[in-house]
């Protein structure tokens, strides 16, 4: 019998304790509490492995639900994401926690007009106090400040200096679970943000550029540096394990483009290996028919060269709430699976960005693959115009109107 009809449902009563395993293994049976199932699976027995390199999206609003602290710093941990691309407003409402700020579950239903009269912000069901963004932004702008942030630098170094210094602050404050910039400050694991400016983080750098700071965020070297560690992928330096890359999706939106158009980056612009990612694992509510990059699907991908043709059968998306499956996924592999060696990759940035640079300029110079021929560049021609003093255009000695 075809692998796929091979679990019988044998539906049993349920006990009055159960565990996370044996409930998603026993009663996750059909729809997309399957294809939890199947995420579940999928991680424990293939993607959480030696030589697998894991890298993660994340959007929606999962920090301020509190997951940075809860979900995410534990994955990061234990060795099960290796690398993080992430809206900004995740890393901003993360910093909330890290400051020992106060956010509250509350109602989807309150009236938002007197939430704004007494000084409230409400992230759906969530409530806090409008000060927690002013004393948030006033850490920010006093730290962004400090001598070394006054560079050009990646998202990535960005937000390793801005960890470092929440993680002070966690220590001063007694803080006793880290958040999820200063647990990938200490692991070494590298956090990008595919849209700088579009926070509450970008905008207090903004802010300081007014003052004359000189930092700037360059979306060229985040483009490097998340193909270097893609391409890096391939390498584990342990005999006889082959190297092999992930990507773990929580929604969609940007942060999912930049973290699978590593592959095109690789074989599409530079001229390297074609391969794409060999797992692709997403949960989302996006639907893939309305052409949006949220709800693309992993086969679309795979002509894109995202994904490895060969790989579909470990590609899986669940489509559900982001909140409701991360704690599950979580749970299940922090149970079933052993922590992994922190592969530390950001201290490996510069060594795989040089890798990556010495390849592409010997495929530049010996192309292993068809090279298209460069549309070829006309300047247009400029017509010189004669004008009226104010500008105005004379055509055939009339005044133009």
Not at 258 to 271: C, I, K, M, N, W
Request: with cysteine; charged share 20%.
């Amino acid at each position: 019998m075809s692998k796929l009809l091979s679990q019988k449902i044998a539906p049993s009563p349920m006990p009055a304790e159960i565990g996370v395993v044996d409930l998603i293994d026993g009663y996750f049976t059909a729809y997309n509490s399957a294809r939890l199932r199947e995420i579940c699976h999928l991680l424990s027995r293939e993607v959480m492995q030696e030589g697998v390199t894991v890298g993660m999206s994340l959007s929606g609003a999962m920090t301020p639900a509190g997951f940075g602290v809860s979900v995410l710093a534990p994955l990061v941990r234990n060795g099960f994401v290796d690398w993080i691309i992430s809206t900004g407003a995740n890393l901003y409402h993360d910093i909330h926690y890290g400051l020992g700020l106060e956010l509250y579950a509350s109602s989807p239903f309150l009236d938002d007009v007197k939430l704004r009269q007494e000084g409230r912000i409400r992230i759906y069901d969530i409530v806090f106090e409008y000060d927690v963004l002013l004393e948030t932004d006033a850490f920010l702008r006093e730290i962004l400040k400090a001598e070394p942030f006054q560079k050009r630098m990646s998202t990535a170094e960005f937000h390793y200096l801005l960890g470092r210094y929440v993680r002070e602050v966690e220590k001063q404050l007694g803080v006793k679970n880290s958040c999820l910039l200063a647990t990938a400050y200490e692991c070494g694991v590298p956090i990008y943000t595919s849209s700088p400016g579009d926070s509450s983080i970008g905008m207090n750098v903004a802010a300081i550029a007014l003052e004359g700071s000189q930092l700037v965020l360059d979306p060229s070297l985040d483009v490097n540096e998340t193909a270097a560690i893609a391409y890096a992928a391939r390498e584990t330096g342990i005999p006889e394990v082959e190297g092999k890359s992930a990507a773990l999706i929580i929604g969609g939106g940007s942060p999912k483009n930049l973290l699978l158009q590593t592959q095109p980056q690789l074989h599409e612009v530079l001229g390297l290996e074609e391969r794409g990612h060999d797992y692709f694992i997403q949960v989302t509510d996006a639907r893939p028919d309305t052409g949006g990059l949220s709800g693309a699907t992993p086969s679309e991908a795979v002509s894109w060269g995202k994904v490895d043709p060969e790989e579909l059968p470990s590609t899986i998306v669940c489509y559900t709430d982001s909140t409701i499956a991360l704690p599950i996924m979580t749970a299940y592999v922090i149970n079933q699976c052993q922590p992994r060696p922190l592969k530390r990759l950001y201290d490996r940035r510069d060594e795989m960005l040089a890798k990556l640079k010495a390849d592409y300029e010997a495929a530049k110079a010996k192309p292993t693959h068809l090279v298209s021929t460069p549309i070829p560049v006309i300047e247009p021609e400029r017509e010189l115009i004669a004008t009226y003093p104010c500008g105005t255009p004379i055509r055939n000695g009339h005044r133009k109107g």
